[in-house]
């Protein structure tokens, strides 16, 4: 399956942006999606995930309350909502898509599980 991340941009700290990560390609099979997150000089990590029925969702503690994700199956198309922005929040955001099983219904925070990554969408946030 192909990723394709948009949304990044520029915003003022308490801002908001919302991340889009459209799959294409093998599109009728299950897929659970996670956002990851590397910012310059920083190790890539985990900011929030979604299960492939979209029933079950994480997140990493600093954006709980302020991020939501969400999945669109019509559209193919996986969310990241994110409000009340923070200069830390700076950082590129990547999607990664795990195709999966029927009982393997939950989230994944393990970037080496994902074999599908999208090119990444830089995210600024300005004090």
């Known amino acids: 399956v192909q990723l394709q991340a948009s949304g990044g941009g520029s915003v003022q700290a308490g801002g908001s942006l919302r991340l889009s990560c459209t799959t294409s390609?093998?599109?009728?099979?299950?897929?659970?999606v996670s956002w990851f997150r590397q910012a310059p000089g920083k190790e890539r990590e985990f900011v929030a995930g979604i299960s492939w029925s979209g029933r079950s969702t994480d997140y990493e503690d600093s954006v709980k309350g302020r991020f939501t994700i969400s999945r669109d199956t019509r559209r193919n198309t996986v969310f990241l909502q994110m409000s009340s922005l923070k200069p830390e929040d700076t950082a590129v955001y990547f999607c990664a898509a795990e195709e999966v099983d029927y009982s393997s219904d939950y989230v994944s925070g393990l970037d080496f599980k994902f074999n599908s990554w999208g090119q990444g969408t830089l995210v600024t946030v300005s004090s």
């Open positions: 390609g093998r599109t009728s099979s299950r897929y659970r």
